[in-house]
């Protein structure tokens, strides 16, 4: 099973970089969802990670499929911006994840050359104020469904993840924890879950 941190847009580029660097060793990939911050900034931190000998084969660059090619990272594509069909199109060696909220977007997702699939939210949380949590019976059949990783996101707990593993989810996506004060330790604990 998978861990992908998520980040908040909540941090700048210095103190973003120092959150990745203490959790990198806890956390298969990070999707840098960083919407306010701009191209030339995130090449910046990717420069800045790289030359720390952070591993670029983790990085994720959120709804910027063109900016992903150019170096060479992978993207998670979302509902809005470029289809899955299209950047499959334009870049047909990007590694592609898709955000998705129904089984039929799954399928087509899948069908259109996504390389995983990025569910939810599915418990209460704060990010998500306000709205309905999808639950995990949509999850669990969109992962018996699907033959591409299906990953879960949304409220998840540490104590969630032997769940998601039983039932065919391959990881799990968490944006708090890598926030929090002590993003080390809360990071911890959610590896801690998924190797046992």
């Given at each position: 099973m ?27 990939e ?12 995130l ?7 790289s ?15 063109s ?18 069909k ?36 599915i ?10 949590p ?63």
């Amino acid at each position: 099973m998978k861990l992908v941190g998520v980040t908040d847009d909540c941090h700048s580029v210095d103190e973003l970089l120092l959150k990745l660097l203490e959790t990198e060793p806890y956390i298969d990939e990070f999707i840098l969802r960083e919407k306010s911050k701009t191209d030339v900034q995130l090449i910046e931190l990717i420069s800045r990670l790289s030359t720390r000998g952070f591993p670029l084969d983790k990085i994720i660059v959120h709804a910027r499929p063109s900016l992903a090619n150019s170096l060479s990272i992978a993207c998670q594509l979302t509902g809005y911006g470029m289809s899955v069909k299209e950047a499959r199109t334009t870049f047909p060696s990007l590694r592609l994840g898709s955000s998705i909220h129904s089984l039929e977007e799954a399928r087509e997702a899948q069908a259109a050359g996504a390389d995983w699939l990025l569910y939810g939210h599915i418990y209460l949380t704060s990010s998500k104020k306000g709205l309905a949590p999808r639950g995990t019976d949509e999850l669990f059949e969109i992962a018996l469904s699907c033959t591409i990783p299906v990953y879960a996101i949304g409220g998840i707990r540490p104590v969630h993840l032997p769940f998601f593993k039983r039932h065919g989810v391959r990881g799990a996506a968490i944006l708090s924890p890598i926030s929090s004060q002590d993003a080390v330790s809360a990071v911890r604990d959610y590896a801690r879950a998924r190797d046992s």
